[in-house]
């Protein structure tokens, strides 16, 4: 069925019809599957080489790390110049990064400081990347259809979390965890064919006469917006505490279970089955943007979590993790449609770059974490508290903001600043 076909036949779909968002998101679907088989690589290669839950927090906070440095400076990038050639230039160092990792996993000279070292690269690519890409969304259709894309981007993630983990745990068993990360590099060809063969011509350019930008300027417009600032808050006690799906599968499987690779790479697809739900909610729903819901989303992924940790089972925790995939993904598509729609088009791109230092740079704090407490009190007890962090921290966002959690009518920057 044609882009355009499938786009009338159902508003899930409707953004299909832009032949630039069909080819975007059939190559990140591809490149997406890619990146959750290096995912659960990277993490069983920790685990193998020092078999150490800390050390898999210390690793997933260098990878974060970057986020806290690098979001602003990608989303004042991606007000000055075209998203397009960016991206271009950022995929292709992550492509190298996973191949050069892949190597020295085959070559049987990886170390784990080689571990260290390549995970603060790819954050690097990653935190100036997701900001570009997230932006560039709102390039590629038009406004109306704005909200259905992104939730859309979220679908085509999630589809792929489906596959990924598994197609990983089943290499890992085969052939080691070397072969995962070259299958990850050269995933990468989808999406840089995909933006090489762009129609230009479909890319709107929101800001063509903008020459420098502040990131200051970003900050100050959060500022002004009580329910921008909110968002943030509220951001970084669900991402830092409990964005860490990995972590924890990583930890309870091996630890709880006892289970192997293969056990390993299911439960990030189980996660994946509630994850994808979410998304495809999120799509028919399509919520105004409002932080007010985002928070009632983030309490009921912290119960989810929670549900999750007192599982007595292998079998019931995968039957379980559905419902935490779900909770994650609302909340996070709810979060993320807030930050963008709520934004003028014009600062959005620094929004952006902001939103994802919070929401990526807490995990160098969270993750090393939740390690830590699995380590020393076990997994279950580092899931109920990181439960626990994300409920407390949503109802003390609420009461700290209350009245003040919906965005105004007008959200340009003369707005903002005039009112």
Not at 167 to 182: E, R, V, Y
Not at 329 to 357: C, E, H, K, W
Not at 367 to 384: D, K, M, S, T, Y
Not at 390 to 417: H, Q, Y
Request: proline fraction near 5%; hydrophobic fraction near 50%.
């Amino acid at each position: 069925m044609s882009g355009e076909k499938l786009a009338k036949s159902s508003g899930t779909f409707r953004s299909f019809k832009h032949r630039n968002f069909r080819i975007f998101f059939i190559a990140s679907f591809f490149s997406n599957i890619g990146t959750w088989v290096q995912r659960i690589a990277q993490d069983w290669l920790v685990l193998e080489l020092t078999h150490n839950a800390f050390q898999l927090g210390i690793v997933t906070g260098l990878q974060s790390i970057p986020f806290i440095f690098f979001s602003s400076f990608g989303g004042k990038l991606a007000d000055r110049f075209p998203k397009r050639k960016l991206l271009i230039i950022a995929n292709s160092t992550v492509a190298l990064w996973a191949l050069i990792l892949g190597v020295l996993v085959i070559s049987g000279n990886v170390q784990i400081w080689h571990v260290y070292i390549i995970a603060l690269l790819l954050g690097v690519s990653s935190s100036i990347e997701a900001p570009i890409a997230q932006s560039f969304i709102t390039q590629i259709v038009p406004p109306e259809d704005m909200a259905n894309a992104i939730s859309l981007r979220a679908v085509n993630f999630n589809s792929a979390r489906l596959i990924g983990p598994a197609i990983s745990g089943f290499m890992i068993s085969a052939f080691g965890t070397g072969p995962s990360f070259i299958f990850n590099s050269c995933s990468f060809v989808f999406i840089l064919s995909a933006l090489f063969f762009m129609s230009t011509g479909g890319i709107r350019e929101l800001n063509p006469e903008q020459g420098k930008v502040y990131i200051r300027e970003a900050i100050d417009y959060i500022r002004a917006r009580p329910d921008l600032k909110a968002l943030m808050l509220l951001t970084f006690f669900f991402a830092t505490f409990g964005f860490n799906p990995e972590l924890f599968s990583a930890t309870m499987a091996t630890m709880a279970f006892g289970k192997d690779a293969k056990g390993f790479g299911l439960l990030g697809s189980c996660i994946a089955v509630g994850s994808l739900s979410g998304s495809l909610l999120a799509t028919k729903l399509e919520w105004k943007p409002g932080t007010r819901r985002v928070i009632a989303c983030s309490i009921g992924f912290g119960v989810a979590l929670i549900i999750g940790s007192l599982a007595p089972s292998y079998t019931l925790y995968a039957i379980a993790l559905p419902l935490f995939g779900a909770g994650m993904l609302t909340t996070g598509i709810a979060a993320n449609r807030t930050a963008q729609l709520g934004s003028d088009p014009l600062i959005r791109g620094r929004v952006m770059g902001i939103y994802f230092t919070i929401f990526m740079g807490g995990t160098p704090i969270g993750a090393p974490f939740i390690g830590w407490l699995a380590e020393i009190f076990g997994p279950r007890q580092a899931l109920i508290t990181a439960g626990l962090i994300v409920i407390v921290g949503s109802i003390f966002v609420s009461w700290r903001f209350r009245g003040r959690l919906e965005p105004p009518e007008d959200v340009s920057i003369e707005a903002t600043f005039n009112k």
